[in-house]
């Protein structure tokens, strides 16, 4: 039985809070929420995998249908010629995501609440390990070529790469890794002669993968960009974050049961190291193919030497003990 006592305190805005909110809601446990005050994302790539995980866990198979969508994607990597392969993808803004999935006015955080989620910094204690020193900038553009309003483009250059995805009436957002938006343009085959380039740069921010350690507390854990970051070249940063979600309220539910609250908050922590690990030599594989200039020998070697940290902490952690199906964590011999 669960204990509908409990009261979660939920610290964030983004899609990792507001899908914890609602899996938690519907598994009777009462939220206070607590918002986050930050600059949303212009722009949020919802792949089919990450549309279709989000309509699952919300119940809204129409959910983004009418958004503008992206058919394929054009790369060039490596040196090697454009290569053009089809990919499906849904386009929002956070604003609009946050809009569609976030429902009623969720209560307000004003009292003690039992267990805390957090989606958002500050933790209670630890810190966030990068893996690499990259950054990026943002900036919108005006597309020339019709036919990119359609699809998404990828270009390693000798000192980092580009990301251009269409914003709608011939804008398109673009993403910079490595350096300025105008030296890597300079250096660009593939992107520049289909951009001009209009609204400012923004403010340089972390493109790196991150791993807040540790994960959790007695009585807290941490969730979303809060608790990992990925870098957005695998473009799966969204997918993550509710799957995060998913996991997070998956745990607290199971403790509201009365389940053993440090196994879950160990299989947890050990989850999302285990993607933390295999997102690092993803990335490895990515900077290793991409060039073979100074930069990207670096921007390598920091994500391998993450992913033998990885490697190291699970070493010392338990098999995990749970499976998870659907927004439950059954313990594996029980699942047997």
């Known amino acids: 039985m669960t204990d509908k006592r409990m009261i979660v305190g939920i610290k964030g805005s983004g899609i990792a809070a507001t899908t914890c909110a609602h899996i938690l809601n519907e598994a009777g446990l009462r939220v206070a929420s607590e918002a986050a005050h930050r600059p949303p994302v212009p722009s949020i790539l919802l792949s089919d995998a990450a549309l279709a995980l989000v309509r699952s866990v919300f119940d809204r ?3 983004f249908a009418d958004s503008p969508r992206i058919k394929r994607r054009v790369v ?3 040196g090697g010629a454009p290569v053009m392969v089809p990919h499906g993808a849904a386009l929002a803004s956070e604003d ?5 999935l976030a429902g009623g006015k ?3 955080r004003d009292g003690a609440v039992d267990f805390t989620i957090h989606a958002a910094p500050p933790m209670p204690c630890g810190e966030m390990h990068v893996f690499g020193d990259r950054r990026a900038v943002a900036a919108k553009v005006a597309l020339r070529d019709p036919a990119c309003s359609e699809e998404g483009r990828v270009e390693a250059v000798a000192s980092g790469w580009l990301f251009l995805v269409p914003a709608g009436a011939g804008q ?3 993403l910079g890794v490595g350096g300025s938006l105008d030296d890597l343009l300079a250096q660009s085959r593939l992107i520049a002669p289909v951009v001009d380039a209009g609204g400012a740069a923004s403010t340089p921010f972390l493109a790196v993968p991150r791993l807040h350690m540790p994960l959790c507390g007695e009585d807290w854990l941490a969730c979303g960009t809060a608790a990992l970051g990925f870098d957005p070249i695998c473009g799966d940063g969204t997918a993550q974050s509710v799957r995060e979600a998913i996991l997070a309220a998956a745990v607290v539910t199971g403790i509201a049961e009365g389940q053993d609250a440090t196994a879950l908050l160990t299989h947890y922590q050990s989850m999302l190291i285990a993607a933390m ?3 690092l030599l993803l990335c490895a594989q ?8 100074d930069w990207w020998r670096s921007q390598q070697d920091a994500l391998l030497e993450g992913h033998r940290w990885c490697t190291g902490l699970l070493a010392k952690m338990p098999e995990p003990g749970f499976l998870l199906e659907g927004t439950r964590l059954v313990p594996r011999q029980q699942a047997a």
């Not at 990515?286 to 200039?293: A, D, E, K, L």
């Open 61 to 63: 198979p129409d959910l």
């Open 96 to 100: 609009e995501v946050q809009a569609v």
């Open 277 to 279: 690990r295999r997102h």
């Open 286 to 293: 990515f900077y290793t193919t991409g060039g073979t200039g």
């Open 106 to 108: 969720p209560a307000p």
């Open 172 to 174: 398109g957002w673009l």
């Open 76 to 78: 060039a990597w490596g």
